[in-house]
């Protein structure tokens, strides 16, 4: 048996835990530069706030409602999570953490009459000591537990899917789309051809959906089955391609500016890779003006790259990128967004040479190892590229968070202070 483990309305509920205050009452976390809202309490949804709402469409409910708005604080959700995920290792031996706010459990260990009492007595836990509460789903294979989750989500905060009646009961009542791994597309032509729920693709045959949603279409259907074909993964995979992008704070029309953004957005994406061990071969930049302005030109440039050899470090990536941002800038565009984004990735120590790289790598990989180690005890950029502009230089490609409460469990100068 599988659980699925999913914390409710994940960021909104770690707003709460430092401000009791906000128990009750409406409740939005709005997306990067506060653009459109991405977690709502379940008093907001229940204003009416649709998931992805452009936050100046709200102003005036927001105010009537007295509803409070939070910009995304990812420093302190990532800490929460990660005290999310380690409490339930120590509950449990196998963990898959599936995203932020969910993680698959391995429960093969606990008896059918035990499943409930456990995962009851496992959310209780995980809320006294995070103060996240969760819902947990329970079924045979890992898109069941996800259905059993949605199940749990609207009761008591906890659903064992066993049985055929208790299965069937919730297959009938499942939206085809609402099955984990049906997209839209495939959703609808299912629909088309008579296939609305979930338990009408269970009895789907086997060649008609291995001919119409391939391979994956067909693990989908053995799962819904109770057949298990996806395993836990305990080791993430590495990725194959890494990007890193921002919208601006504010239209950006000097290229140095455009310069410094990509350059912060390069040694992120060279973080990324050295952190898995990987390398890349090619390198991906683009600009792009605010296409939502249709009062405004438009232009949306991109360059590629291929690098001789494999690299992991900025300094490297970093004069490629600068070029190409040099060469994509054309006067009189006011810019919104710019990202960076490396592929063609592959394992540090598999990385073929070139005859005519002149670099010393060995000084270049004991350069980055200090400054890595320099700002993994003094925080991050703290040691950076001069390329990258420095606290108090030009700000305004930065994100706007305008609604940004303290980072209280990563920053000394943000902690709590109690007076007793």
């Not at 995070?130 to 059993?148: F, M, N, Q, R």
């Not at 984990?180 to 299912?190: C, D, E, P, V």
């Not at 990536?317 to 054309?330: C, G, P, S």
């Amino acid at each position: 048996m599988f659980a699925l483990v999913d914390c409710n309305n994940f960021y909104c509920s770690c707003e709460r835990i430092f401000n009791p205050g906000l128990l009750g009452k409406p409740v939005v976390v709005l997306s990067n530069n506060d653009g459109c809202v991405v977690a709502r309490s379940e008093e907001a949804k229940a204003l009416g706030i649709t998931m992805g709402a452009p936050y100046f469409q709200l102003e005036e409910l927001v105010s009537r409602h007295h509803i409070h708005v939070f910009s995304s604080n990812y420093e302190l959700y990532g800490d929460l999570s990660a005290r999310v995920m380690d409490t339930l290792a120590e509950l449990v031996p196998d963990v898959e953490v599936y995203s932020i706010d969910e993680a698959f459990l391995d429960l093969s260990i606990f008896a059918p009459d035990e499943l409930e009492g456990f995962c009851r007595q496992l959310r209780a836990t995980v809320k006294q000591w995070t103060g996240i509460p969760v819902s947990v789903g329970v079924g045979a294979t890992k898109t069941l537990a996800k259905l059993a989750n949605k199940v749990a989500k609207k009761g008591d905060g906890v659903f064992v899917l066993d049985g055929y009646f208790k299965v069937l009961d919730t297959l009938v009542a499942t939206e085809v789309d609402a099955v984990w791994g049906i997209g839209r597309q495939h959703a609808k032509f299912l629909r088309d051809h008579c296939v609305g729920t979930a338990w009408e693709l269970r009895d789907a045959r086997d060649g008609w959906v291995k001919q119409h949603l391939g391979v994956v279409g067909l693990r989908i259907v053995h799962e819904l089955r109770g057949r298990s074909c996806l395993p836990l993964e305990l080791v993430a995979p590495p990725k194959k391609a890494i990007c890193t992008s921002r919208s601006f704070g504010q239209m950006v029309t000097d290229l140095g500016a455009l310069q410094e953004a990509t350059a912060n957005f390069v040694v992120r994406c060279a973080e990324k890779l050295r952190r898995q061990g990987t390398c890349a071969q090619v390198l991906t930049v683009f600009i792009r003006t605010n296409s939502f302005r249709k009062d405004l030109s438009q232009y949306h440039p991109s360059r590629t790259v291929s690098l001789p050899v494999a690299t992991a470090h900025p300094n490297e990536l970093l004069r490629y990128a600068l070029a190409l941002v040099e060469d994509m800038y054309a006067p009189g565009y006011a810019y919104k967004k710019a990202g960076v984004m490396v592929s063609g990735l592959v394992p540090e120590k598999s990385v073929q040479g070139h005859l005519f790289d002149g670099k010393d790598r060995a000084r270049n990989h004991r350069l980055i190892e200090a400054v890595d180690a320099i700002n993994r005890k003094l925080g991050r950029n703290k040691v950076r590229f001069a390329a990258q502009g420095y606290p108090g230089g030009q700000t305004t490609w930065l994100l706007k968070k305008e609604h940004l409460s303290p980072c209280y469990t990563t920053r000394w100068e943000q902690i709590w202070t109690v007076k007793a």
